[in-house]
Each structure stands twice: as C-alpha cells, then as structure tokens.
C-alpha cells in the first residue's frame, strides 16, 4: 500500500505532499500549502516553512526553535475545518514535552508571481478536553487512552 501523506488527506504522500516538498509541483491552492506546510512540521523541514512564509526572515534562534517544535514533537493530526481563496482554518494535534497540545488557527496567505506564501494567522485560544473515552485525535479509531494517550508523560 502507498504510504499515507501526513497531512491526512487520504491520498498518497507521493500524490500529495511529497512532491510539493520536494519543489518538483507548486501548490494550487492556498489549502494545498497548508497541508504540505503541515507536513514539513512533520518531517522536521524548516527549509520549507522558511521558503514558503512570505516577507520574514527567520533569525537563526527562530529557526532552532522552529526546528526543535518541529523534531520534538508528535504530529498527530490535521482537521481541516474551511479554506477560502486565500484562507485556511484548520486544528493540528500533537504532542509536546509531553503534553497534548491542539493548535487551532485561521491562517491567510497570499500569492505573489504564482507562488502561495503564508501571511500569518489568528490563532484561537480555545480550550480542548481530550476525553479518555472518547475516538483519538489521531484518526486511529482507538479510544484515546489506548492510542495517543500512551505517549504523555
Ligand atoms: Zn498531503
Ligand atoms: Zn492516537
């Protein structure tokens, strides 16, 4: 079986993310970046992120942090609530220190000479319980403290 991309899609990573990582494909849609940029937490690939925010540099301490969120965390999964033209709303679970973590954001994006960059975003403060009971964040289909739950400290 194809290996499933990480942006839970339900297609292949080679049919949806990995070429856009791998710059052989430009994403079409603002919600194609998202998710490749949600992989590329996923695979630990700050080069990408750096490459496709628009206007910012990052100084050498944001890229460690960058990168050790990224490598220390467990990417769990990627709801994609609604996307626009040149918006994407969406939740990501995953672990850090462990701890459960679900960030929930609004992010805009703009094309500039056909390429989509991420502008920035409103992140949503919301407070999530995460029943033991209740099917894991990550799609597993497991009740979460069978699955997930297992990874906090
Ligand atoms: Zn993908
Ligand atoms: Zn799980």
Known sequence: ???????????????????????????STAEELMRSRYTAYCLGDVYYLQVTTHDHTWSDQELKFIQDWADNSIWQHLDVLQSSEDTVEFKAYYIFEGKQHMHHEKSRFIKV??????????VYENKVKFMRNEPCVCGSGEKYKRCCFKKLQ
Do not use: H, I, T
Request: proline share 8%; charged share 30%; glycine share 2%.
């Open 1 to 27: 079986m194809d290996k499933p991309c990480y942006c839970k899609s339900n297609k292949a990573f080679f049919q949806c993310c990995e070429p856009l990582l791998r710059v052989l494909k430009v994403p």
């Open 113 to 122: 000479n056909d390429l989509w960059k991420y502008v920035d975003g409103e």
